[in-house]
């Protein structure tokens, strides 16, 4: 409620806001719900701050290292903690590690829907409806980034079913899931353009290789038949010969004819 007010100063609000959680840890008994509470709050304080400040999570490692300490130790807690996996998969996000915030997204999603069936009821609270759109989107956005755009538009699809008629900024909201959806689409188009470019390149590689195989195979035929034609020559010209040798012995016998009778 503080951090709504107009010019207010965020940093005693969220310097107060760790002082509590601090308190909580050390007055509560570790596998209580409030101990296991306080631990992903004081993540998504310090996350919610840093956000507020303008600050780089990657900057600073051993802010990253106590971040994940807390997390892993409620969940470690209480494997079935859904705000804690969800802070999770948000810093695996903001991390840059795609694969495991998609894991733990999908786990959130499927606890919120066991839940659903524990409970015999047919719609989540706004808490939870909150958590599985914060879920979809992130599962969205770490889908985008492993180039799975397909699954990324599905996800970005349910996100804008729920968003339809819960949240109170939902036209905001709803504005953003679109144009990442859209997003979504021209990266899927792109891949597909991509890839239809490269079997038409491989096609027409393909259609040089044949045409070149059949211009060796015609040049190989043209140079078999000028081989038969080349061979057939040198016995036409011993026939010219022997017909030439014979046509100057008949000469000869002539002449010698000739002479006897003179």
């Known amino acids: 409620e503080m951090l709504k007010r107009t010019a207010t100063r965020i940093e005693p609000i969220f310097r107060d806001a760790m002082i509590a959680e601090k308190q909580i840890l050390s007055l509560t008994?570790?596998?209580?719900?409030?101990h296991i509470d306080a631990?992903?709050?004081?993540?998504?304080?310090?996350?919610?701050?840093m956000k507020r400040m303008g600050m780089q999570i990657l900057a600073?490692?051993?802010?990253?290292?106590?971040?994940?300490?807390?997390?892993?130790?409620?969940?470690?807690?209480?494997?079935?903690?859904?705000?804690?996996?969800?802070?999770?998969?948000?810093?695996?996000?903001?991390?840059?590690?795609?694969?495991?915030?998609?894991?733990?997204?999908?786990?959130?999603?499927?606890?919120?829907?066991?839940?659903?069936k524990v409970d015999?009821?047919?719609?989540?609270?706004?808490?939870?409806s909150r958590q599985r759109l914060e879920a979809l989107e992130i599962r969205a956005r770490a889908f985008m980034q492993m180039r799975r755009y397909r699954e990324a538009m599905v996800d970005y699809d349910t996100a804008l079913q729920i968003c339809s008629c819960s949240p109170p900024d939902r036209d905001?909201?709803?504005?953003?899931l679109k144009d990442q959806k859209e997003a979504a689409a021209r990266a899927l188009?792109?891949?597909?353009?991509?890839?239809?470019?490269?079997i038409l390149e491989e096609l027409a590689k393909d259609d040089a290789a044949e045409s070149k195989t059949a211009q060796a195979k015609h040049r190989r035929k043209a140079k078999k038949l000028r081989q038969q034609e080349s061979d057939k020559k040198p016995a036409a010209a011993s026939t010219v010969g022997l017909n030439t040798d014979h046509v100057a012995g008949t000469a000869e016998e002539a002449s010698g004819d000739k002479n006897l009778v003179e």
């Not at 905001?172 to 953003?176: G, H, Q, V, W, Y």
């Open 29 to 34: 008994d570790e596998q209580s719900v409030d």
């Open 189 to 198: 188009q792109a891949e597909v353009n991509a890839a239809e470019a490269e």
């Open 120 to 128: 015999g009821v047919r719609k989540l609270d706004s808490a939870g």
């Open 172 to 176: 905001l909201t709803m504005a953003s």
């Open 39 to 49: 631990l992903a709050r004081r993540t998504e304080t310090s996350l919610e701050y």
């Open 60 to 116: 600073d490692r051993d802010k990253v290292s106590s971040l994940f300490e807390d997390l892993n130790k409620a969940l470690q807690l209480d494997s079935k903690h859904l705000k804690s996996r969800l802070l999770r998969a948000k810093l695996y996000e903001l991390l840059g590690k795609p694969k495991m915030a998609t894991a733990d997204c999908t786990q959130v999603l499927d606890g919120l829907t066991a839940q659903v």
